[in-house]
């Protein structure tokens, strides 16, 4: 029995969305490098829906289009974007889930929905950027970061932006992003799956009306992760930025909410965050709707550890190698990046480099090997000498017998 909407945030929503999430996952987008081509047919699938308004918001400097897309007709006023930068796709995907899920009937989730519209109104703009996600890139055609523009208004993305919350005065704002997959929840081997922000609206980083409602929000959308994934929730730096929209946007009366989409073992194409997007917003929503969200207590905002970077791709700790002669021990620090190799950006090769060397004692691996014992040698056996930036490629091997190769960032256990 889901258990949801007019009776508050039920314990166990968040686990009632996450199981339910596959049947409303919108098929058409399974990998993050899509195009602004590929949500069009998607939007006027959208349009034929009586639940949904879609209005044109404007165009990006290439005359690409930016959609609007409204649902609800509740009081309160929530405006949601996503890929402000065109490489951050997650919740681009997240969102053409919601449209599914809030186009449903008869699942066990309709008092949830009714809830959610009757209490909010939605408007959504699910690719802000289509200029940067053609060219999968942070920035704008202009080459301005977007999220750095909120003041001088150079980028007809960042009017669009200012001109949405200027006119609708929404008292929520989801402000929706990836980061790296290398943060840690706090100082621990835990990866930052998610992390959230309630945007500083001055150096100070003074706690108005207007924020403590995001702090309380993210209260609550914490709490939903956690039961899902543990100790992976991350605090984004709330260090006052004064050219970010985030930042401004708080200023200027609106609660904002900022999500990071960081990273999650085994899962390159973000499909598993993908859905603990969808199970936040949605709670989130529902918290917004249902009032809950007032009762949570401000001050557990600062409990969210604050996400920092203590990952590497992989971390080999212990490893010996020769040099002049002479042993000694190493931690070996490797990370690898995706490089594009056409000009659509629409495919690309992981290529490793070693990043750190020494005493990495500190630091975590996403992947980690102890390489107590092993000697560093060349792919033909030779004793070898890492040296920083260069490719996470070489062999470990104990009294002439290889044990590992690192090929490309990547273990693989050598033949026996």
Known sequence: MIVSG?????????????????????PALTLRRFKHRDLMPLIEKIRTNPRFEVTLAGKSLEERDIYLIKAGTGKT??????????????????????????????DGFDALRTSILANTTLYFVPMLNPDGAERWQRRTAHDI??????????????????????SLKPEFGFNLHDQGTRYSAGHTPNLATISFLATAYDYARSMNAVRERSTKLIVGMNRALQSLIPNQVGRYSDEH??????????????????????????????QYIRKLNFVAILTGLNAIAGGSYTKEKTGEYNNIPQNERFHFDLLIRNATMRLKGKKYTVDIGINQEEVHTDSTASTFVIKSKVEDLGDLSVFYGIEE???????????????????????????????????YTIQNGRVKAANK
């Open 6 to 26: 007019a009776q508050g945030q039920a314990q166990n929503l968040p686990k009632q969305l996450h199981d339910a999430h596959a049947s409303f996952i919108e």
């Open 241 to 270: 930025e004064p050219r970010a929209f985030g930042d401004n946007i708080q200023k200027w009366g609106t609660s904002l909410v900022l999500i990071e989409s960081g990273g999650y073992r085994n899962d390159p194409e973000k």
């Open 77 to 106: 006023k929530i405006l949601l974007w996503s890929q402000m930068h065109g490489d951050e796709a997650t919740a681009t995907m997240a969102i053409m889930d919601i449209f599914r899920f809030l186009a449903a009937t008869n």
């Open 145 to 166: 970061d977007m999220n750095r523009d909120a003041l001088r208004l150079q980028a007809p993305e960042s009017v669009i932006l200012k001109g949405l919350q200027q």
């Open 369 to 403: 090997l102890d390489a107590t014992g092993l000697e560093v040698v060349t792919e033909a056996g030779r004793a070898k000498a890492i040296k920083l930036g260069e490719a996470g490629t070489f062999g470990l091997r104990k009294d002439k017998e290889t044990h």
